[in-house]
């Protein structure tokens, strides 16, 4: 009898599968890249629910079991660049609750399902998306711009730029921005911007920073959907990779300054889809890393996809040392 441990079924590099995946979504939702930090003494995560077009939050005592989900940023009716709210981007600094969100939009949503709204505009490459920014004290109650922060103004960037990550670095006393450009759908590639107050952006001249390795099979359509920690002298990016529009993988890569000479990890893709049947035998997107210190291991939390559901499950890897397995 073949004897194996369903949890590592699509793992590398020393990470598994929590065994009691989703922790996020029901069968037919759809919960999505998300952003987890420690608020007091419980975790908040901030997450994308297409189903309202909005991002929501919810919180967690141990990081695997989540409570009851509260919409926290919806679009608002009067503003034409927000139709669909989602990847949000969290920096908690000097008391204030700092977020960077993508907005998309089709001239659909809210009018038909959104389903049909998303594959119309993909059909039709019609879809636009940007990057906006709100603040809060508490998390909860936030305030936004008028206008977006960051907009497609490059070649490359074609008409969408969404799923912010952030850094701040204390040194420069500056925000790092790593975005996602290109195609609408699922963008094309990752590019690179600095800010002294998260509004105001100045990008990489040397943007687009990181774009797909065409002799991957499992990033040779688009890489896109990152996290950027720095850790041990690195800047470590976990991204998607996408094989094409619809098959998707989690890898890692590393560079010294964080925009150019990656390296990318010898076991990519580090996260695949689980077996046939499973609620993540799809597709796997979005990562998220939060380092667990009281059980020193990290936890990714993805996006998997089977058909229109898309839920948030979670996988471990104990140690800090997740490059080396």
Same mark, same amino acid.
């Given at each position: 009898m073949l004897n194996y441990d369903p949890c590592t079924i699509g793992c590398q590099a020393g990470w598994r599968k929590y065994e009691h995946n989703p922790v996020l979504g029901d069968s037919g939702d759809f919960c999505f890249d998300n952003h987890v930090l420690k608020v007091g003494d419980k975790l908040r995560? !901030?997450?994308?629910?297409?189903? &309202?077009?909005?991002?929501a939050y919810t919180e967690s005592e141990d990081g695997l079991h989540w409570g009851e989900r509260h919409v926290v940023l919806s679009p608002r009716q009067d503003i034409s660049w927000e139709e669909d709210l989602n990847r949000p981007a969290i920096d908690y600094r000097n008391g204030v609750f700092h977020m960077w969100y993508s907005s998309q939009t089709t001239g659909g949503f809210n009018k038909r399902k959104w389903v049909d709204s998303y594959? +119309?505009?993909?059909?039709?490459?019609?879809? =636009?998306?940007?990057? =906006? !920014?709100?603040?809060s004290r508490d998390g909860i109650f936030w305030e936004r711009l008028e206008e977006p922060v960051v907009v497609p103004d490059c070649t490359?960037?074609?008409?969408? #730029?969404?799923c912010p990550t952030i850094l701040w670095d204390q040194k420069k006393e500056i925000y790092k921005l790593w975005y996602c450009g290109g195609g609408w759908f699922e963008p094309d590639a990752i590019g690179y911007a600095e800010s002294k107050d998260g509004i105001v952006w100045e990008k990489c001249g040397k943007n687009?920073? %990181?774009? $797909?390795?065409?002799?991957?099979l499992? +990033?040779?359509? &688009?890489v896109a959907g990152c996290q950027v920690i720095q850790m041990d002298g690195w800047y470590y990016m %976990?991204?998607? =990779?996408? +094989?094409?529009? %619809?098959?998707?993988r989690i890898c890692l890569a590393r560079s010294k300054d964080g925009v150019s000479g990656w390296e990318r990890h010898p076991m990519n893709p580090i996260?695949?889809?689980? #077996? $046939? =049947?499973?609620?993540?035998?799809?597709s796997i997107y979005k990562p998220f890393l939060y380092f667990d210190e009281d059980q020193d291991r990290w936890l990714m939390y993805f996006n998997a996809r089977t058909g229109t559901t898309e839920r948030i499950g979670i996988a471990i890897h104990n140690g800090r040392d997740f490059w080396n397995g």
């Open positions: 995560m !901030y997450f994308s629910w297409r189903t &309202h077009y909005s991002i594959m +119309e505009a993909s059909k039709e490459d019609k879809g =636009g998306s940007v990057i =906006g !920014y709100a603040w490359w960037e074609k008409r969408s #730029l969404m687009p920073v %990181f774009t $797909p390795d065409k002799k991957n499992w +990033e040779r359509a &688009h %976990f991204y998607i =990779g996408y +094989e094409d529009l %619809f098959k998707a996260i695949s889809a689980g #077996l $046939p =049947g499973a609620w993540d035998c799809e």
